[in-house]
């Protein structure tokens, strides 16, 4: 028997709705497996939590999550905590704790998937973002000068170390070739003389060590327009970490919406646990209501059963999330659809069962 233990940070608003649709795919996996066993633990941290204890997780939260085989998330942030309290404290903290410093976001057009581009070859919206996940201009650095005052002066400053932008560049280019896919970096040295510049200096070395991997490069504002007006250039991208992050959101809402686009925290040495969780934050206003669109929070905990090793489970939930999709019958409002979340978890569950047999027998 194998046995995995996960740590489980629901969190705010739709974040606790979400996971509990990807834990339940995960548990129709182990069953029908029998072998394979998820033991979770529950931290109630989140902003909830904040307004009873005056802290987003306890002091010794980082100690109690470092040895989980990984940890699955749901969303933070709520209406009556300051936005970067609640994710500075909890959020932010355990990506730089854990030092996962990869954060691998697909942008693919399933099957089934709804697009807002018109006349689009499926195939061709199929990009793997590498963001980098922890410094950049998420450092944390700054200064607040002269508060009040009429010379006020603030400071945000962008931290590119060597050591951090050459490791997530290297790790991109490992990716591409072991996939055979080409690489694009983004960047801005035409404006940020000092960090983009930088970037660029580093990206252009270390393609030297991989002659056979195919790259591009583009000013990050080009290629917002480009991923909407030719998407087939972006096969695997290396980008920084706020670049990464608006540019996923676009691209989330290039591959279905952002109800169905998932990301994952990796500490690729491991000594660390890695984290999973959609990429959309606690939506406030759909909150507490059963609207939430669950298949983010369960294609991230496809891409947890890859990082544990059982990359023929993670390929059947994304099957499975496929079959719903072409079905098109249980889907959440976001996708013109009536269902609730639970009908979602519910039907992905039921389609895993289905396609298990075969998978098992491989
Ligand atoms: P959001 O992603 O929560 O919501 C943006 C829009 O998308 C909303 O209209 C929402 O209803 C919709 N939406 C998001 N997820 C959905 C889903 N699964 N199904 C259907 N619709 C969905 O972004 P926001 O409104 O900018 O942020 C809300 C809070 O979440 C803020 O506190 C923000 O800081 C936080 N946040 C947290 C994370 C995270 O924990 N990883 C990520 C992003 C934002
Ligand atoms: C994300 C989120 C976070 C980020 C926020 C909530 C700090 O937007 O995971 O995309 O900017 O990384
Ligand atoms: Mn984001």
Same mark, same amino acid.
């Given at each position: 028997m194998s046995i995995y233990n996960i740590a489980v940070i629901a969190g705010d608003g739709i974040g606790p709705e979400v996971l509990q649709e990807g834990?339940?795919?995960?548990? +129709?996996?182990?069953?029908? =497996?029998? /072998? !394979?066993?998820? #033991? %979770?633990? %529950?931290?109630?941290?989140?902003?909830?939590? %904040?307004? &009873?204890?005056?802290?987003?997780?306890?002091?010794d939260g980082v100690e109690r999550l470092k040895d989980f085989d990984a940890i699955f998330l749901g969303a933070v942030g709520f209406p009556g905590v300051p936005d970067h309290i609640s994710l500075w404290d909890l959020l932010l903290k355990i990506r730089k704790s854990f030092d996962q410093y990869i954060n691998i976001r697909p942008i693919k057009l399933i099957k089934g998937a709804p697009c807002p581009l018109k006349d689009v070859n499926r195939e061709d919206i199929d990009m793997l973002f590498i963001r980098e996940n922890s410094e950049g201009e998420y450092a944390g650095a700054g200064d607040w000068l002269f508060k009040g005052q009429a010379n006020e002066v603030v400071l945000q400053t962008g931290v590119f170390s060597r050591k951090g932008t050459e490791r997530v560049i290297r790790y991109a280019f490992e990716t591409a070739r072991k996939a055979g896919k080409s690489l694009t970096s983004i960047s801005k040295g035409n404006a940020l003389n000092y960090s983009m510049v930088f970037w660029d200096q580093v990206f252009e070395e270390v393609a030297k060590e991989f002659p056979d991997v195919q790259t591009a490069s583009y000013l990050v504002d080009a290629a917002a327009m480009l991923m909407i007006s030719d998407p087939k250039r972006f096969e695997v991208v290396v980008t920084s970490n706020l670049f990464g992050d608006i540019l996923? =959101?676009?691209?989330?809402? !290039?591959?279905?919406? @952002?109800? !169905?686009?998932?990301? *994952?925290?990796? $500490?690729?040495?491991?000594?660390?646990?890695?984290?999973?969780?959609? @990429?959309h934050g606690s939506a406030p206003d759909i909150a507490g209501k059963?609207?939430? $669109?669950?298949?983010? *929070?369960?294609?991230?905990? /496809? &891409?947890?059963?890859?990082? @544990?090793?059982?990359?023929? %489970?993670? &390929?059947?939930?994304? =099957?499975? @999330?496929?079959?719903?999709?072409?079905?098109?019958?249980?889907? +959440?409002? =976001?996708?013109?659809?009536?269902?609730? +979340? *639970?009908?979602?978890?519910?039907?992905?569950?039921?389609?895993? /069962?289905?396609?298990?047999?075969?998978?098992?027998? #491989?």
């Amino acid at each position: 028997m194998s046995i995995y233990n996960i740590a489980v940070i629901a969190g705010d608003g739709i974040g606790p709705e979400v996971l509990q649709e990807g834990i339940k795919v995960l548990n +129709t996996i182990a069953e029908l =497996d029998g /072998s !394979l066993h998820f #033991e %979770y633990t %529950y931290f109630p941290w989140g902003c909830e939590y %904040y307004s &009873q204890h005056g802290v987003m997780m306890d002091e010794d939260g980082v100690e109690r999550l470092k040895d989980f085989d990984a940890i699955f998330l749901g969303a933070v942030g709520f209406p009556g905590v300051p936005d970067h309290i609640s994710l500075w404290d909890l959020l932010l903290k355990i990506r730089k704790s854990f030092d996962q410093y990869i954060n691998i976001r697909p942008i693919k057009l399933i099957k089934g998937a709804p697009c807002p581009l018109k006349d689009v070859n499926r195939e061709d919206i199929d990009m793997l973002f590498i963001r980098e996940n922890s410094e950049g201009e998420y450092a944390g650095a700054g200064d607040w000068l002269f508060k009040g005052q009429a010379n006020e002066v603030v400071l945000q400053t962008g931290v590119f170390s060597r050591k951090g932008t050459e490791r997530v560049i290297r790790y991109a280019f490992e990716t591409a070739r072991k996939a055979g896919k080409s690489l694009t970096s983004i960047s801005k040295g035409n404006a940020l003389n000092y960090s983009m510049v930088f970037w660029d200096q580093v990206f252009e070395e270390v393609a030297k060590e991989f002659p056979d991997v195919q790259t591009a490069s583009y000013l990050v504002d080009a290629a917002a327009m480009l991923m909407i007006s030719d998407p087939k250039r972006f096969e695997v991208v290396v980008t920084s970490n706020l670049f990464g992050d608006i540019l996923t =959101d676009l691209g989330a809402a !290039l591959a279905g919406g @952002i109800g !169905l686009a998932a990301g *994952a925290n990796i $500490n690729p040495e491991r000594n660390f646990p890695s984290m999973f969780e959609p @990429i959309h934050g606690s939506a406030p206003d759909i909150a507490g209501k059963g609207l939430a $669109n669950p298949l983010a *929070a369960i294609w991230s905990a /496809s &891409q947890l059963l890859d990082f @544990i090793g059982h990359e023929k %489970y993670g &390929q059947l939930v994304l =099957d499975a @999330i496929e079959g719903l999709l072409l079905e098109g019958e249980v889907l +959440t409002p =976001d996708m013109k659809g009536a269902a609730s +979340t *639970a009908e979602v978890g519910d039907r992905v569950s039921k389609i895993v /069962s289905s396609l298990m047999p075969s998978v098992m027998v #491989e």
